[in-house]
């Protein structure tokens, strides 16, 4: 079985706090969690948005927390991220593409791949030729492996209005190569902080809360302007993948008043 944790939105700033909450607590709550609870999984992944701010030192202070972890964690790109600062202070493994954050993991049973679905200048998605042509490429290594996808920026509506309005633009391409392969097993995404779980296309895909703030539901509604962090636990995900059988448990590491100003 591999066991993975999985982690999204830490909008990490070296100083400073987001709407009264102190990100770099609730990013190490949520490594103490995994380093006292489940120093037994394979590895970590973090879907996006690991900075928030564009803060100069950001990316530094992101390495310095994530260090501590006993597991190796994965890193990958959200639309608050910058690929030069990442670069810069993040290491990236031999197999990542040249050019942008995007790279795979291989393993006996199974291959990980992990995403960038950054647009330079935008809070949407893009997945170009290129990151198309490279995810073609390694989906058709090896046709009868299942494939497991981790990615920022949802290639579908959730009904959750404003995030709806900066999902993935390359969304029909994107889907049209999942149904061109036939052994991606599941789509695991950032962005949207809050937890949903569908189909697309038959492919199971899910969501997760954000390690930093949540977003509030789409009723009441709400726009950029009135938004405000709904006042919920912050969470992570415990993967359990074995033959094909993916079990995703939402786990809550820590109480919502980590790190939030009084
Ligand atoms: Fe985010």
């Not at 608050?80 to 031999?94: H, M, T, V």
């Not at 969304?171 to 697309?200: C, I, S």
Request: with cysteine.
């Amino acid at each position: 079985m591999t066991k993975i944790i999985w982690m999204s939105d830490p909008h990490l700033q070296a100083e400073g706090t987001i709407d009264g909450l102190d990100p770099r607590k609730r990013l190490d709550a949520a490594i103490a969690f995994i380093n006292a609870h489940h120093a037994d999984a394979d590895f970590a992944v973090l879907t996006g948005d690991l900075v928030g701010d564009d803060i100069a030192g950001d990316y530094a202070a992101i390495a310095q927390h994530l260090a501590v972890s006993h597991i190796p964690i994965h890193p990958l790109m959200g639309n608050n991220d910058d690929r030069a600062g990442f670069r810069a202070s993040l290491a990236l493994p031999e197999t990542a593409m040249p050019g942008f954050v995007q790279y795979r993991l291989d393993m006996a049973n199974a291959t990980y791949l992990f995403l960038d679905t950054h647009k330079v200048g935008s809070h949407a998605g893009q997945f170009c030729a290129a990151r198309q042509a490279w995810l073609d490429d390694a989906l058709g290594k090896s046709p009868g492996k299942p494939a497991y996808i981790f990615m920022h920026h949802p290639p579908l509506a959730l009904g959750l209005p404003k995030q709806d309005e900066i999902m993935l633009e390359d969304a029909a391409a994107f889907l049209d190569l999942m149904t061109a392969h036939n052994n991606v097993k599941h789509l695991f995404m950032g962005h949207v902080h809050r937890p949903t779980a569908g189909t697309v296309r038959g492919i199971p895909f899910a969501t997760l809360g954000a390690v930093s703030f949540q977003a509030p539901g789409p009723r009441p509604a709400w726009d950029w302007d009135s938004f405000k962090p709904a006042k919920e636990a912050p969470q992570l995900g415990v993967l359990l993948i074995e033959d094909e059988t993916v079990v995703l448990q939402y786990t809550q590491f820590c109480e919502y008043a980590v790190g939030v100003e009084v």
